[in-house]
């Protein structure tokens, strides 16, 4: 399975991009980042474990992206309530998270049926 035709990878990416442009400018480097490293993480470890030719190893990179997820979404709560991200774009991207953490949840038990 190539990871560029899975839709998890593809949004993920997707939002890690946004995440990328929405804080290029910012000027809290510590939170920047933090934040661009965990959104990074999510498509990168679904990428990562695909490269594997393993299921386990999928499984577990997997679930290691899916805990990337928790801490961006983490991340977000956090970047919305000291102002550094407005409500609307917090609300979208937590929102996308979610489902990415779902769909990861799916690809995890796709993989070890």
């Known amino acids: ?3 560029e035709d899975l839709d ?3 949004r993920a990416s997707a939002l890690s991009v946004e995440i990328y442009r929405y804080f290029a ?3 809290d480097f510590a939170f920047r980042d933090q934040i661009t490293r965990s959104g990074l993480s999510v498509p990168s470890n679904v990428a990562e474990g695909c490269e594997r030719n393993s299921s386990p190893e999928l ?3 997997v679930t290691i992206a899916k805990g ?3 801490e961006l979404r ?3 709560h956090i970047g919305c309530e000291i102002g ?4 609307d774009t917090a609300s979208r991207w937590i ?3 979610k489902e990415l953490s779902r769909m990861l949840q799916g690809l995890k038990r796709s993989v070890q049926a």
């Open 8 to 10: 998890v990878w593809k």
């Open 74 to 76: 983490t991340q977000i």
């Open 1 to 3: 399975m190539a990871f």
């Open 95 to 97: 929102e996308e998270i």
């Open 68 to 70: 990337s997820a928790g």
């Open 84 to 87: 550094y991200i407005d409500v």
């Open 59 to 61: 499984a577990r990179f």
């Open 25 to 27: 400018s910012h000027k």
